[in-house]
């Protein structure tokens, strides 16, 4: 079955990078997205890469998949305190009629 | 336009009550789905739907039920609360989930549900 895993917890400085991991289980997963959750807050779409991808930018954010170890990763560069949140990956199986199976997410904490 | 709402945004029940939660999309979504949120846990799917009359479980479906009786309404039903079921329940909408086409899921602020 399908299956995301992530770290729960991760500590940054401000101003320095953050990078978060993400692995996943479905070989034939077409869509691998990010999605950001602030306090009180429901998900926000982030950032998406398409499965042929092995890169997305955009601005401070970069999306880094290595298809063949099912890993995805979402680094932050300077990261602010506005940053703090949880971050979720999720991944979308094809095949349509299924829904997007979510990592439990990474609590992001940045320390002034 | 509003995205996905949900109402409403706080509820304490007794155990043993029921109610039910409204979800509301105003993007002409074809998919709209029931999550909740429980620290340690992350998003778990509760039910799901596919278009208008049609509804599907999801991982934890036990306890709850749901209706889609207008393609831009959603409703999560409790006939009979217990305390497990004290949780932040999140709705989240989506175009279509056919392969090739990005699955993006758009989620409503939350329902914090206390049950005592």
């Known amino acids: 079955g399908e299956d995301v895993e992530q770290s729960l917890f991760l500590s940054v400085r401000e101003g320095d990078s953050s990078v978060i991991n993400c692995t996943y289980t479905d070989s034939s997963s077409t869509y691998l997205y990010w999605y950001k959750q602030e306090p009180g807050a429901g998900l926000q779409l982030l950032t998406y890469?398409?499965?042929?991808?092995d890169m997305k930018q955009d601005q401070r954010l970069t999306v880094l998949l290595n298809k063949k170890d099912k890993h995805l990763s979402l680094r932050i560069a300077d990261t602010q305190t506005g940053d703090s949140a949880i971050y979720f990956c999720a991944e979308s199986i094809p095949a349509g009629n299924t829904p997007l199976v979510f990592g439990k997410g990474t609590r992001l904490s940045v320390i002034a | 336009n509003a995205g996905v709402t949900q109402t409403p945004k706080f509820r304490v029940l007794k155990t043993g009550q029921s109610m039910t939660l409204l979800c509301a999309q105003d993007?002409?979504?074809?998919?709209m789905y029931w999550y909740r949120q429980d620290p340690g846990m992350g998003l778990r799917l509760i039910h799901y739907?596919?278009?208008?009359?049609?509804?599907a479980k999801g991982e934890v479906p036990d306890g709850y039920n749901v209706s889609r009786l207008k393609k831009q309404n959603f409703l999560l039903g409790l006939e009979s609360a217990a305390p497990s079921q004290t949780s932040v329940y999140f709705c989240a909408s989506s175009r279509t989930g056919l392969a090739g086409i990005p699955d993006t899921q758009y989620f409503g602020p939350g329902t914090r549900l206390t049950v005592l």
């Open positions: 993007m002409n979504h074809e998919y």
């Open positions: 890469i398409f499965s042929n991808m």
């Open positions: 739907s596919v278009g208008e009359g049609t509804t």
